[in-house]
């Protein structure tokens, strides 16, 4: 609500100062929407799936605080094999700790969902070549796990 006020204030005093371009950024933002709208509805509905299949006590026992390493190898794992935009990921890694998962397995998720790319280092290496795109990766990785013990034994 806080930040829907802030954008809602902000667009006013923009449409105060300059109605022409302030209609044309909300033309550009409505474009925008329209666009992102398939993929955020089918990631919305692949979060609902998720959530349908595994339920709370699923969710606990394999991401929950209490799964400890497994939980976190797990998080890697699933993190360093999917290809979720970050805009679909926060909704899903919210879901998730509201059913259950723990906060160092969902930092876990995240940042390997983010920064380990499995999927995409066949790219990655003709981008940037073998050595390179495998160093990243791992100092991602070794990074994804500093960040999620932090977060974990913090929260």
Do not use: H
């Amino acid at each position: 609500m806080v930040f829907y006020g802030i954008a809602g204030t902000l667009l006013l005093i923009s449409a105060s100062k300059d109605k022409k371009k302030t209609k044309m950024a909300l033309k550009k933002a409505w474009k925008s929407l329209q666009n992102m709208l398939p993929q955020l509805l089918a990631i919305l509905l692949l979060i609902g799936i998720i959530l349908a299949i595994l339920d709370k006590e699923v969710i606990a026992e394999f991401l929950g605080a209490s799964s400890g390493g497994i939980g976190l190898c797990i998080a890697a794992i699933i993190g360093s094999i999917t290809l979720i935009p970050g805009f679909a990921a926060f909704p899903l890694a919210a879901s998730l700790l509201e059913n259950g998962a723990g906060y160092g397995q969902i930092a876990m998720f995240i940042s390997t969902l983010m920064m380990v790319g499995v999927a995409t280092l066949p790219l990655e290496i003709t981008c940037f070549g073998k050595k390179t795109a495998i160093k990243r990766n791992i100092f991602a990785f070794v990074f994804s796990i500093i960040a999620a013990l932090i977060v974990g034994g913090i929260l």
